[in-house]
């Protein structure tokens, strides 16, 4: 896989987000793909998953719900759903790589 020696995440981007020689930006309109009805954070279709990086409004009760009931229902669409804060995002971005190698490993792909 492109990019295995770089560091965190960004190593692993290539299999998620190809277009992208950077990390995405909602507010340029990137960083989000279909999956379903839904738009998600990051979604590598080859491996089924998605990646939901939560920021500090998902702590709310009402927004906890939502989103139970969100990947709820993108997990019945096959898929597995993967989800960290900002501060695992930004603090421990290995943990991403990791979830996402363990994934491709899961399905015979590493």
């Known amino acids: ?5 770089l560091p965190g995440w960004i190593g692993v981007l290539p299999l998620i987000r190809p277009r992208f020689a950077r990390p995405p930006s909602p507010a ?12 998600v954070d990051f979604a ?6 998605v990646i939901e990086i939560d ?4 702590g709310r009760d009402d927004v906890v719900l939502r989103g139970a009931l969100r990947q709820t229902e993108i997990e019945a669409l096959g898929w597995t759903v993967v989800r960290f804060t900002n ?9 991403i790589d990791d979830a996402i190698r363990d994934r491709a490993r899961v399905l015979g792909l590493l």
């Open 44 to 49: 590598c279709v080859r491996l089924r998953l």
């Open 1 to 5: 896989m492109d990019g295995q020696n």
């Open 87 to 95: 501060d695992t995002a930004l603090g421990e971005p290995w943990r």
């Open 55 to 58: 920021g500090g409004v998902h």
């Open 28 to 39: 340029r309109g990137e960083g989000t793909d279909g999956v379903g009805p839904y738009v």
